[in-house]
């Protein structure tokens, strides 16, 4: 494929139940990174990749959430004993280069997460 | 820290009228800017970027948008609005170029086009 693909597309969770998000970069691309988008807001930052490398996990709202990438390509995002407040669409990028010069994050089409 | 306003949650136009969405942004450091669209069900799509080359940015579509230093703004334009067009557009802020920086974006601006 040539775009970000992420799944599921959809997730429906109970309180309290563990959920595990996948994304699948472009090949090649070292640069991945997480957004959650609540509804009717834009989408926030929760973490960045380099490579396998987790970098900045400052926008994880809780350590009930946690991110990977072992192999530096797919990554995963868990988030534990959901909450209602979890409930949003999670949105994975991915970008080809790191540092200087303008590199385009590509976005997947995200996966809605409904947690009752 | 870096901040991202929209005026403006929804903005309705008429087909072949002019399309203006407003971003204006906080940063602490020499911003890189962005627009994005997002159309149901879809990623969003990278429309136009500043990079502190020009500060009148063309993209794709026929958008295009200006940076004006001295009011924090990057307001996002086009001439004549298209049915195709509606869609849900942000404004984004980054540190550096974008390729190992977490955006800052803004709630949206949801697009109606009036046929």
């Known amino acids: 494929g040539a775009g970000v693909s992420q799944s599921p597309r959809y997730k429906v969770a109970k309180r309290g139940q563990d959920v595990a998000l996948r994304c699948d970069p472009i090949s090649g691309h070292v640069s991945l990174f997480w957004y959650q988008q609540a509804l009717g807001q834009g989408p926030e930052f929760l973490t960045y990749?380099?490579?396998?490398?987790?970098?900045?996990k400052s926008g994880l709202p809780s350590d009930r959430f946690f991110a990977e990438r072992p192999e530096g390509s797919v990554s995963t995002l868990k988030i534990q004993r959901t909450q209602q407040e979890d409930s949003a669409v999670y949105l994975c990028?991915?970008?080809?280069?790191?540092?200087?010069?303008?590199?385009?994050?590509?976005f997947g089409p995200g996966t809605r997460l409904t947690v009752t | 820290a870096q901040s991202v306003t929209q005026l403006g949650s929804h903005v309705s136009v008429s087909e072949g009228a002019l399309v203006l969405l407003r971003c204006n942004y906080s940063s602490s450091v020499p911003p890189y800017l962005f627009w994005y669209v997002q159309y149901p069900n879809q990623g969003l799509q990278l429309l136009l970027k500043y990079t502190s080359a020009a500060t009148l940015v063309k993209g794709i579509n026929d958008f295009e948008a200006e940076f004006k230093k001295s009011e924090t703004s990057f307001h996002l334009t086009k001439p004549s609005a298209h049915m195709s067009d509606a869609a849900e557009y942000f404004c984004a802020v980054s540190p550096g170029p974008g390729g190992a920086d977490g955006l800052t974006f803004g709630k949206g601006t949801h697009l109606i086009i009036q046929p």
């Open positions: 990749f380099q490579n396998e490398a987790q970098l900045d």
């Open positions: 990028a991915s970008s080809s280069e790191t540092g200087t010069g303008f590199n385009e994050q590509y």
